[in-house]
Structures are given as structure tokens and as C-alpha cells.
């Protein structure tokens, strides 16, 4: 049963960090693209951060130089390490795994199959 959990989500204030896990289980998360997406009430639900299975990252522009995703394939965990956290970034963020080993220019969610149930981020 392929399946992803996030956790280490909660509230903090502005210019504080935050670690996300998401550990994968039914197959191995290095073969696939990996990402972070994040979605806040009323806005769409974006990548905001993603891994190949060659360990090319790549940042949605708000995000660059504050955030780090990173994968430990021991582990089949993906991580999501926040610095600087801004008031907007506060949204749930999903884990979700890629159909394919590379993750594209601009990922969409449509080429994302299993996805966690989402952690919090509240930035005050």
C-alpha cells in the first residue's frame, strides 16, 4: 500500500523556522520526483518546492533562498526545512510523489499520483 505521512508542522512566529517530514511507504521515494505543495484557503495549491530522483531541486520564486527540500533514501523521507517564515506562508503543505523520476520546469499536480494528507503552517 503506497502511502505518504507528513508531519512536524505547527505555529510559529514570522522570521522562525520549521522542519517538515514526509515519510513514504509501499515503494522506494528515490525512483520518483518528490515535492512539496502548499495551499492556503482560497488559493490554489502550489509546488512549492521539488526534488528529482537525481536530487535537482528546484524553488518556486517566494520561497528561494528561505527553504530546502532534501530526501534521505535510507530513510524514504522527504524533508522540507523552512527558514524565515513569512506571515504568507502559512497553508497546508502536502507531500506528493511524481509519476516519473523528473519533476519538469513547472510541475502541475497533474503529474502527481499519491499525496499525504496535508500538514499545518501557521505563520503569525
Known amino acids: 500500500h503506497v502511502q505518504l505521512v507528513e508531519s512536524g508542522g505547527g505555529s510559529v512566529q514570522a522570521g522562525g523556522s520549521l522542519r517538515l517530514s514526509c515519510v513514504a511507504s509501499g515503494y522506494t521515494s528515490s525512483d520518483y520526483c518528490m515535492a512539496w505543495f502548499r495551499q492556503a484557503p482560497g488559493k490554489e495549491r502550489e509546488a512549492a518546492a521539488t526534488?528529482?530522483?537525481?536530487?535537482?531541486?528546484r524553488y518556486t520564486d517566494s520561497v528561494k533562498g528561505r527553504f530546502t527540500i532534501s530526501r534521505d533514501n535510507a530513510k524514504n523521507t522527504l524533508y522540507l526545512q523552512m527558514h524565515s517564515l513569512k506571515p504568507d506562508d502559512s497553508a497546508m503543505y502536502y507531500c506528493?510523489?511524481?509519476?516519473?523520476?523528473?519533476?519538469?520546469?513547472?510541475?502541475?499536480?497533474?503529474?502527481?499520483?499519491?499525496w499525504g494528507p496535508g500538514t499545518q503552517v501557521t505563520v503569525s
Open positions: 526534488i528529482s530522483s537525481l536530487g535537482l531541486t
Open positions: 506528493a510523489r511524481g509519476l516519473y523520476s523528473s519533476c519538469g520546469a513547472t510541475p502541475s499536480i497533474s503529474i502527481f499520483d499519491v
